[in-house]
């Protein structure tokens, strides 16, 4: 049914769960995992530490590629950026849907409410707000 899906991933349980999905669903596709890096946001802190949060995606980058290949389904990575100040990661995981054929896009969220989401945002809704194709958006699991 699908032949490109998209998977956006922070490391965090919301986009494990993304990733599961997608191989879930995906087994005829191919799977592009992007994990997008706020550069504006990490402009503040020092050096070592923007090394350290391009490694971790990195290396967050390199075990779901083995997972997807692990399911035997043909799987790309990127580790992008985002532009400016003005960038969001919506819009550059948006400019990835742009720049190729994708027919669904699958994300995390953390499903927050209130306060919460007004103080933290929530890069799944922007993006949806956009997106020009299909999205499916998981949460991560509840505790019992």
Known sequence: ??????????????????LDEAIRIGARAKIYIV????VAALSSFPAAYRVDVREESGHALDIAYARVLDAGIACETELAETRNVTDTIAKCLQRRVEQMPVDLVVMGTHGRTGFRRVALGSVAEAFVRRSTCPVMLTRAKQAS
């Not at 049914?1 to 993304?18: K, N, P, Q, W």
């Not at 994990?35 to 706020?38: A, L, Q, T």
């Open 1 to 18: 049914m699908y032949h490109t899906i998209l998977v956006a991933i922070d490391g965090s349980e919301c986009s494990e769960r993304a």
């Open 35 to 38: 994990s997008v890096i706020d």
